[in-house]
Every structure is written in C-alpha cells, then in structure tokens.
C-alpha cells in the first residue's frame, strides 16, 4: 500500500504543466500541494494565472490554489519539472542541491553522464546513476533530477526497444511530424502554421539521435555506453494539435519477417508485473488497418500512454518500415515524467534520501 505523497509542479502554467494537473487529479499515490511558475504568475491563484487549455474542466482545488515563486523554500521533497530549458538549467539544480527529487522534462540535464534519461520499459536500470549525483556547496542532501526524454524521442524509442532486443538494430531512418503542442503555449504562431507544414524544429533533430543513443545504451562502470546505431532524423512541424506522427526505417542485425516484428511489438510488456498506475497494459498497440495511426484517432490509446505502430512493410532502402504515433504531451511529457516518478516509488527510490516522510 502506498499512502499519498505530496508533490509539486514546476512550471505548472506551461502546456506540459497542465497536463500534470490533469494525470495527477486523483492519483493514487500522489497529491498536488505546491505550484509554482514564474514572476508573471507567482502571487495570483493558479486559476488567475493559467490559460487552461485541457479538454477536462480545471479542478476547483487546484484552480484556488496559489501560485508560489519557483525557489525552493516551501517547497515538497518530489516536484515535476516543466521548466523551458534554459530556465530549467538555471533552477532545477537549486532544488536538487535542497535535497529535492527533481522529476524533469527538460532537455537541460538529459545528456550530463550522470543524470538518467528513462523511459521506464526501455531502460529503468540506467535510474541508479541518480545515486552518482551531488547538487550544491553544501555538501549532498540526496537530491537529484530524473529526466524522461524528448516528445518524439521517446514514440520512437519504445517502438525501437523491442526491435533492438530481439533482432539488433543497425540503422533508423526516421521522420517526423510533430503536433504544435510540443512547442508549448502559444507556441508556433497560427500565421505560420496553418495550412502548412515547417521543416525545422530548433536541435530537435539532434536531441532525437543522441538520445536515442542513451536511452537504448548500456550501463557500464556506472556510465552509459550509447547503442552503437546508424541514425538520421529530419524533424517537421505540422497543424496538428497533439500527437507525434513518426515515419520510420530499420535496419535489423537479423533477417525477420512481419509476424516476427509484429510479435516482438505485441509480447513487450516490461512493466507488466509492477501494477505502475500510468502505465499503459499495451505499450506498442499495432493497428493493422492501412491508413493507421492518424493522431486524431490514435493519440489517446492507453490514456495517452501506448504508442500506436502502423503500416508495417518492407523498405526497399533499409529491411522494414512503419508508422508510430505517440500522444506528445502525455506519453511525450508528463505521463513519462509520472512514469518515471512511479517507477521509482515502487522501488522506495523517489524521496531523496536526506527527507523526511
Ligand atoms: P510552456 O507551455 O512554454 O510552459 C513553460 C512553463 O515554464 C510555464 O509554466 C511558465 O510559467 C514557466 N516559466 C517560464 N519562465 C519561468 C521562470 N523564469 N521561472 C519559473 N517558471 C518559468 O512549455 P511546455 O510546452 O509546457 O514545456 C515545458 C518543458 O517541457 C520544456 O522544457 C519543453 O521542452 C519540455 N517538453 C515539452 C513537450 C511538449 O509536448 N510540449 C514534450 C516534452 C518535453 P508562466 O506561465 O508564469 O510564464
């Protein structure tokens, strides 16, 4: 039995705060008893201070609750970060160093050696290296910061694992086209993404390939030796609201056929015996319809959490190609980050060792 711990939210105006609020209303083992956000929305009542943007009505608890200024005085010992990365590269280590667990989604800190980037069914064992850690001048409190990976990073990532685990992988080829959601809020302005499609997204492509590297790599001696993979990555942005589209190639180690790929995707279920709340049943859920998965239909399959593989054929470039989509600010932010924070609290591993309960 676990009792309910408290818990903050960082950034918690922002897109990917909000959907905090919304996976964490009624979670069995967490309670929302802190937000914060910057100067703009500190001292005005969250309610005041979101533009709520969720198809579900802003609970009226949280709506009244009020917004605090994003230091750590006051402060729970476990807090979800949705900080943009250059302010989160500012203030997450002064949480860490007060002997905070940090939970972020942030790309500030997921490539330093010694802060994990976890998908919990790709690569939970890789959470130890938080243990490494040490935050501040003032010696260790025991906190530390856990990152999940990019939004569509981690779409391709779990679709990848099972692949990578059976057969080997030599080579990906993927691109993407990715919801306007990903870009925060307001994000993308409307003039220039309405009924049109742009194929840049700052560092995407590069956060993409190397932490993929990271996510399916190995740990050894305590650090992480990335996959030893081909990979190339063209990154779009689409009039989509949520959801990651990803068109991907595979070069295998091995010679597979489709029922070989498809049972590989349909028996990888990792987190089947750890009863994790947000966990989806079905992590990769192929549909085999031949216009499948479109993000309107496909992006909420396991409450946001599966990705859904489509289109399964061979590749006349590399040996297979498919479609994934992936719901980019559930199973791309926050419902990884909760993940994240579950997996750990099952292992009795989420309150940093210098806090009290
Ligand atoms: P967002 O909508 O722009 O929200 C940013 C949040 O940060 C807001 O709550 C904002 O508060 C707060 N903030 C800004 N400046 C601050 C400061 N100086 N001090 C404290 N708080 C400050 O961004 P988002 O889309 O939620 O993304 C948050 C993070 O998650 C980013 O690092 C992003 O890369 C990552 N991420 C996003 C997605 C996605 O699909 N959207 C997916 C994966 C990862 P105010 O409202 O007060 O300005």
Same mark, same amino acid.
């Given at each position: 039995m676990h009792s309910r711990q408290s818990v903050g939210i960082l950034g918690a105006t922002g897109m990917v705060g909000q959907r905090f609020i919304q996976l964490l209303e009624d979670h069995p083992w967490f309670e929302i008893t802190w937000l914060a956000a910057s100067d703009r929305s500190s001292g005005k009542t969250y309610g005041e201070a979101v533009r709520w943007k969720l198809d579900t009505p802003l609970p009226a608890r949280i709506a009244s609750m009020p917004v605090s200024p994003a230091t750590p005085e006051n402060a729970p010992k476990i807090l979800f970060a949705a900080l943009d990365t250059d302010i989160a590269r500012d203030l997450e280590p002064n949480f860490a160093a007060a002997g905070c667990a940090v939970i972020s989604n942030s790309s500030a800190f997921r490539m330093q050696a010694d802060v994990p980037l976890v998908i919990p069914e790709v690569n939970p064992e890789h959470l130890t290296l938080a243990s490494r850690q040490s935050w501040g001048a003032n010696g260790n409190l025991g906190g530390y910061i856990v990152t999940n990976p990019n939004c569509s990073a981690i779409g391709l990532v779990v679709a990848l694992k099972p692949l990578a685990d059976r057969f080997g992988l030599k080579a990906v080829f993927v691109?993407?086209?990715? !919801?306007?959601? =990903? #870009? =925060? %809020?307001?994000?993308?302005?409307? /003039?220039?993404?309405? =009924?049109?499609v742009v194929p840049f997204i700052r560092n995407e492509e590069e956060k993409l390939v190397e932490e993929t590297g990271k996510l399916l790599g190995t740990l050894q001696d305590g650090r992480i030796a990335p %996959?030893? /993979?081909?990979?190339? #990555?063209?990154?779009?942005?689409? #009039?989509?609201?949520?959801?990651?589209?990803?068109?991907?190639?595979?070069? /295998? #180690? !091995?010679?597979?056929?489709?029922?070989?790929?498809l049972a590989a995707w349909r028996e990888f279920q990792p987190l089947a015996a750890d009863s994790l709340p947000t966990a989806p049943a079905q992590p990769v859920e192929f549909d085999p319809a031949e216009d499948r998965p479109q993000p309107r239909l496909d992006r909420m399959r396991g409450r946001g959490m599966t990705v859904t593989a489509g289109r399964l054929r061979p590749c006349t470039l590399l040996d297979w190609k498919f479609t994934i989509l992936s719901h980019n600010t559930i199973r791309g932010a926050a419902g990884a980050a909760l993940l994240n924070a579950e997996l750990l609290a099952s292992q009795n591993r989420l309150l940093p060792s210098g806090a009290a309960e």
């Open positions: 691109s993407t086209m990715q !919801a306007v959601s =990903g #870009a =925060g %809020y307001p994000g993308v302005p409307s /003039l220039d993404i309405l =009924g049109n %996959y030893p /993979l081909r990979m190339t #990555a063209h990154c779009n942005r689409v #009039a989509v609201e949520d959801g990651h589209t990803e068109s991907v190639s595979v070069q /295998l #180690a !091995a010679k597979v056929t489709r029922e070989e790929i």
